[in-house]
């Protein structure tokens, strides 16, 4: 028998040769294996920044952007960054960046954002995508590490996970970006377009005034569905620095970073938290802050109204894209075609989104017809075009996946978008090219087509001949070219009206010609005009002069500048006769509104430049020079443990060490603990061979007596390749799997020791529809004696869940959803059975089996808003969810056991961020015995219904 000190020498001797392992591992794969290994450093005094080979150029254009505007950032968090890296990262046409303040690091997306993003107004208000999305996650980075006293002596110690900044609401987190981002240029920043503020206005005029809960749990309405916590924070925060002070916020910081109570209470007292850090900064606590700002925001509150007649009434729903056109002129008739996102709660922290493009005929406009449905997103305008036989074509496209970009965090998967061409009179559907595609139009028989440069800021263009099935690039362009349309006039023959930008300008309206590619300013100004139409020789589009989006027309002849709609808001114009229609706003989502056709002469507005001009390629060449170049030695250099975690049990204490490199390409933890019962494990996980991703765990705890028990140790190794992975309708995913598994266990008094070595095969499926989706994986079990294991043994496992969106029968406000879940075993060579439990049962009556399975089918409908809750204490309770259900346990030689039955669900939340699902139920056997239960079901699955989780292995299963 060994002694402890014994077990202790073999602890770390496995440790060592664990690390050992993983470390070769490290350094011999790029050598041996095709992994990706190809990130590139530039490293200054102050930033590094990682990118692949072929994007040297943008590298330096961001480095040279964000040491300029460093000062800016110490401005405006009062605290200076240390050293920041910064990762650029290729998604495809996905613009997005996050800030990740544990291992203080940024990752910024390469793609510049639109105009609109999904159909409203956000961060395509941008000069420059390098400042905006770079001084945003600056600024979270200050702020959120920011820390003295006795916490900056744990965040040292320990890690920044202790800071007391990361216990803030998320509205104080995102607000103060939004804040920020929007105090460098009138021009740039969600603050300065706009559309914001005509929301809050929206939501004023009809006495909806967001709680400082609200605004903290975002729950399930039109404000939230466009980023609640950057719209009420951006706003409030925003009202405190105009009011107080700038110096006010920063200070703010660096009380609440200061405060151990804040770290640890907090979160579920705000009163010694972020209310406590207020009444040292303005004196007041957020509460009463608050309330100021509510009581100035209906003081200066002006007017709500849209420009014209509602077609719609909907709610929780966006339209966008609208176009009108006459696709036969045979027939003479004429149709509105829009694209129409609704969103429909459907269970307890479940949303439902149908994404479809519709028309109404015109003038009969009240019904409409749904002509494309996709469980992806449409990324462009979709058009409408007729071929020589008067037959109409609707093309447009839907965003993809497609393998091999240059990124780590999305596994080397881009976004790209399917060309789709829908014959409206047969109603086939065909893809017709993929690619990166910003913005298209059809072309006399050809699509005509931009997508970024890959090199550069621009854009290249392309012409794709439907027919022939060919394309061919037309040239390149230092324009970054944005949405497109065209017209059959003879005035624009050859030509297309585009929205485009250079760099460090916003969105332009040009008339591109095909022929050379010269594009001849029409209107541009540094605010954005942006969504034009063609009708009748004018342009019509939207721009955001006066910080309010409204609709303005261009005269391609007389050059004159007209304005049609007065309103609060108006976007995405399009004309039939003399009758425009657009999307309004209202407070709980957009609708199709008309008016009658009446331009206003008016001149360019006046507008004072940009105050911060564009950096100029010498200054960025000069910079880029001077940076020191690096390698991927610099990316495992960033690994250093950013958790360091003391962990203590009754006569053992010890640590959780856990870190990751920039790139996420490697992870690890490492937990230790010494004494009486050592115990320490291991993992690792690997990105070098994306889409794969590989990795190791490693555990061996220690008996309670070394006398009596030798312990476990468990020992893993796995794989999974997503070898197929989809947005579109169909087969959305398949991801094979394999695990390699070594377990051993003592046994009490017992020198024996019980091993077993299974190889787990697995397979998951996911198939997706509009309005339903399946998914399932499956796993097999093979354990062999010659392996050194205890049995022969073929096991079969697999869990499925399918969901379909219905109509909610409770209350038509909301959806409703049918749940089917199943689990099925086939175990016959193992030597314990397996306890299926189902509600109206309980572990002493569960059914016993080694072949069998678990059957519920679900249907939930929300039907009471709540929406209440405490500061102090912090608790909110949103709505409540309804849900019957019907259970089935059966195995191979028991008779099965059902029950059925109803819950009370409940959408709670606490903490600012904690979600948690409360339910009260009674469940009916089938002796007719009830069951009354109470239970808790903690979440993280927000706004998504598309997540499976399974139970534990089967290993965890037999050793109960």
């Given at each position: 028998m060994k002694n402890s000190g014994d077990v202790r020498n073999e602890h770390w001797s496995i440790l060592f040769a664990f690390w050992f392992i993983v470390l070769i591992c490290v350094v011999s794969c790029p050598l041996f294996l095709p992994a990706d290994t190809s990130w590139e450093v530039l490293k200054t005094g102050h930033f590094e920044v990682f990118y692949k080979k072929g994007q040297e150029e943008k590298a330096r254009e961001c480095l040279t952007v964000l040491t300029v505007y460093r000062d800016n950032v110490k401005k405006l968090t009062g605290k200076e960054i240390p050293k920041l890296r910064v990762v650029l990262?290729?998604?495809g046409t996905m613009s997005n960046a996050f800030a990740d303040p544990l291992n203080p690091n940024i990752h910024i997306y390469l793609y510049p954002p639109e105009g609109t993003v999904g159909g409203l107004p956000g961060i395509g208000f941008s000069e420059n995508w390098w400042r905006s999305s770079g001084i945003h996650e600056s600024i979270h980075i200050a702020q959120?590490?920011?820390?003295?006293?006795?916490?900056?002596?744990?965040?040292?110690?320990?890690?920044?996970?202790?800071?007391?900044?990361?216990?803030?609401?998320?509205?104080i987190a995102e607000g103060v970006t939004v804040s920020g981002e929007s105090r460098l240029s009138p021009y740039e920043g969600r603050l300065n377009d706009g559309f914001f503020d005509t929301l809050m206005l929206s939501l004023v005029s009809d006495g909806k005034l967001p709680s400082l809960l609200e605004m903290t749990y975002t729950p399930f309405d039109f404000p939230s569905l466009v980023g609640g916590e950057y719209f009420y924070g951006g706003l409030f925060l925003n009202y405190l620095s105009e009011k107080y002070g700038q110096e006010k916020l920063n200070e703010f910081f660096k009380n609440q970073g200061g405060s151990f109570w804040a770290f640890l209470l907090g979160s579920i007292f705000p009163a010694v938290g972020i209310d406590n850090s207020a009444r040292k900064t303005y004196g007041r606590p957020f509460k009463t802050l608050h309330q100021e700002y509510l009581r100035d925001l209906v003081a200066k509150s002006r007017p709500f109204a849209i420009d014209g007649?509602?077609?719609?009434?909907?709610?929780?729903?966006?339209?966008?894209?609208?176009?009108?056109?006459?696709?036969?002129?045979?027939?003479?008739?004429?149709?509105?075609?829009?694209?129409?996102?609704?969103?429909?709660?459907?269970?307890?922290?479940?949303?439902?989104?149908?994404?479809?493009?519709?028309?109404?005929?015109?003038?009969?406009?009240?019904?409409?017809?749904?002509?494309?449905?996709?469980?992806?997103?449409?990324?462009?305008?979709?058009?409408?075009?007729?071929?020589?036989?008067?037959?109409?074509?609707?093309?447009?496209?839907?965003?993809?996946?497609?393998?091999?970009?240059?990124?780590?965090?999305?596994?080397?998967?881009?976004?790209?978008?399917?060309?789709?061409?829908?014959?409206?009179?047969?109603?086939?559907?065909?893809?017709?090219?993929?690619?990166?595609?910003?913005?298209?139009?059809?072309?006399?028989?050809?699509?005509?087509?931009?997508?970024?440069?890959?090199?550069?800021?621009?854009?290249?263009?392309?012409?794709?001949?439907?027919?022939?099935?060919?394309?061919?690039?037309?040239g390149k362009t230092d324009f970054l070219v944005g949405e497109m349309t065209t017209s059959s006039s003879p005035l624009l023959k050859?030509?297309?009206?585009?929205?485009?930008?250079?760099?460090?300008?916003?969105?332009?309206?040009?008339?591109?010609?095909?022929?050379?590619?010269?594009?001849?300013?029409?209107?541009?100004?540094?605010?954005?005009?942006?969504?034009?139409?063609?009708?009748?020789?004018?342009v019509f589009f939207v721009a955001n002069y006066d910080k309010t989006y409204r609709i303005y027309a261009y005269d391609l002849s007389t050059k004159k500048l007209y304005q049609i709609t007065t309103g609060s808001y108006a976007h995405f114009p399009t004309l039939y006769g003399k009758e425009l229609y657009f999307v309004g706003l209202n407070s709980g989502?957009?609708?199709?509104?008309?008016?009658?056709?009446?331009?206003?002469?008016?001149?360019?507005?006046?507008?004072?430049?940009?105050?911060?001009?564009?950096?100029?390629?010498?200054?960025?060449?000069?910079?880029?020079?001077?940076?020191?170049?690096?390698?991927?030695?610099?990316?495992?250099?960033?690994?250093?443990?950013?958790?360091?975690?003391?962990?203590?049990?009754?006569?053992?204490?010890?640590?959780?060490?856990?870190?990751?490199?920039?790139?996420?390409?490697?992870?690890?933890?490492?937990?230790?603990?010494?004494?009486?019962?050592?115990?320490?494990?291991?993992?690792?996980?690997?990105?070098?061979?994306?889409?794969?991703?590989?990795?190791?765990?490693?555990?061996?705890?220690?008996?309670?007596?070394?006398?009596?028990?030798?312990?476990?140790?468990?020992?893993?190794?796995?794989?999974?390749?997503?070898?197929?992975?989809?947005?579109?309708?169909?087969?959305?995913?398949?991801?094979?799997?394999?695990?390699?598994?070594?377990?051993?266990?003592?046994?009490?008094?017992?020198?024996?020791?019980?091993?077993?070595?299974?190889?787990?095969?697995?397979?998951?499926?996911?198939?997706?529809?509009?309005?339903?989706?399946?998914?399932?994986?499956?796993?097999?079990?093979?354990?062999?004696?010659?392996?050194?294991?205890?049995?022969?043994?073929?096991?079969?496992?697999?869990?499925s869940l399918f969901s379909h969106h219905l109509p909610n029968l409770v209350n038509p406000e909301y959806g409703g959803e049918l749940n089917v879940f199943t689990y099925l075993i086939n175990d016959p060579d193992n030597k314990a059975d397996n306890e299926l439990v189902i509600r109206g049962y309980d572990t002493a009556t569960a059914l016993k089996t080694r072949s069998g399975g678990i059957l519920n089918v679900e249907y939930s409908a929300p039907f009471q808003r709540s929406r209440q809750g405490w500061w102090n204490p912090n608790i909110y309770w949103e709505d409540m969810v309804l849900v019957g259900f019907t259970d089935c346990a059966f195995g191979e030689s028991e008779a099965p056991l059902y029950s059925i039955g109803a819950e009370v669900r409940l959408e709670a939340a606490l903490g600012f961020n904690i979600r948690f699902i409360p339910i009260a139920g009674i469940a009916i056997n089938k002796k007719g015995e009830s069951e009354v239960y109470i239970s808790l079901m903690l979440t993280t699955n927000i706004g998504s219904s598309n997540t499976l989780s399974y139970p534990e292995s089967f290993r965890d299963r037999r050793w109960k």
């Open positions: 990262e290729d998604i959120l590490t920011n820390t003295s006293g006795f916490p900056a002596i744990l965040t040292t110690l320990f890690g920044n996970i202790f800071s007391p900044n990361l216990v803030i609401p998320g509205w007649t509602a077609l719609t009434n909907d709610k929780l729903t966006v339209y966008s894209n609208l176009f009108i056109t006459t696709p036969s002129p045979v027939q003479g008739d004429c149709h509105l075609y829009y694209i129409k996102r609704e969103f429909h709660k459907t269970g307890a922290y479940d949303i439902h989104q149908h994404k479809s493009i519709m028309r109404r005929a015109i003038p009969n406009i009240e019904t409409e017809e749904e002509l494309v449905s996709t469980t992806s997103s449409f990324s462009t305008r979709p058009h409408l075009a007729v071929d020589d036989n008067g037959s109409p074509f609707l093309y447009y496209t839907v965003l993809e996946y497609k393998r091999g970009f240059a990124n780590s965090t999305n596994l080397s998967f881009g976004f790209i978008s399917n060309l789709h061409q829908k014959d409206l009179t047969t109603l086939k559907d065909r893809i017709l090219f993929s690619d990166t595609i910003r913005s298209f139009c059809v072309l006399s028989g050809n699509i005509l087509y931009a997508k970024d440069r890959q090199d550069k800021f621009g854009s290249e263009l392309y012409l794709y001949d439907i027919i022939g099935k060919r394309r061919k690039l037309l050859n030509q297309v009206v585009v929205s485009a930008r250079y760099d460090w300008e916003n969105w332009g309206l040009y008339l591109l010609d095909t022929e050379n590619l010269s594009l001849e300013e029409l209107v541009n100004t540094p605010y954005a005009e942006t969504s034009p139409s063609i009708s009748e020789g004018r989502g957009t609708n199709l509104y008309h008016k009658p056709l009446v331009l206003t002469e008016i001149r360019q507005p006046q507008y004072q430049p940009s105050p911060f001009p564009g950096i100029s390629p010498r200054e960025s060449e000069l910079l880029a020079n001077s940076a020191r170049q690096g390698d991927y030695l610099d990316v495992l250099k960033t690994m250093l443990p950013s958790y360091r975690i003391p962990l203590f049990r009754k006569n053992s204490a010890g640590a959780s060490l856990s870190g990751y490199d920039v790139t996420y390409e490697h992870s690890y933890t490492t937990r230790l603990l010494f004494g009486k019962t050592p115990y320490f494990a291991v993992s690792y996980e690997n990105l070098l061979l994306k889409p794969m991703i590989i990795g190791a765990e490693h555990l061996r705890r220690a008996g309670k007596e070394p006398s009596e028990s030798k312990g476990e140790q468990d020992t893993k190794v796995y794989g999974r390749y997503p070898a197929y992975l989809s947005l579109e309708p169909g087969l959305s995913a398949l991801v094979p799997s394999l695990e390699i598994r070594h377990d051993e266990r003592g046994g009490l008094n017992s020198e024996k020791m019980y091993s077993t070595n299974e190889l787990v095969p697995g397979m998951y499926l996911g198939l997706r529809y509009p309005r339903w989706y399946l998914m399932s994986q499956l796993n097999c079990v093979i354990e062999r004696k010659g392996w050194d294991s205890m049995s022969d043994r073929n096991a079969l496992e697999s869990i």
